[in-house]
């Protein structure tokens, strides 16, 4: 009977450390998806930027080309 007691023991405190192991896992991933997300949302805004700024430049050299 002790060392049934022990071997539950045992399995609830490794069934813990898996449970923590999988929630800090759970964490991390969390983490990187928000990071890709805010990294995607800034690559998109920089694109779009660089093309108003390129448009821009287009547009005012075609217009000084016209005189």
């Known amino acids: 009977v002790a060392q049934a007691k022990d071997y539950i023991a ?3 405190e ?3 450390l898996v449970r923590q192991a999988q929630e800090h896992a759970n964490q991390i991933i969390q983490n990187a998806n928000d990071s890709s997300e805010q990294l995607k949302n800034s690559s998109i805004t920089y694109a ?9 430049t287009l547009v005012t050299q075609s217009r000084i080309a016209s005189f």
């Open 10 to 12: 045992k399995l609830t």
């Open 14 to 16: 490794e069934s813990e």
């Open 48 to 56: 779009g930027d660089v093309l108003k700024y390129v448009e821009s």
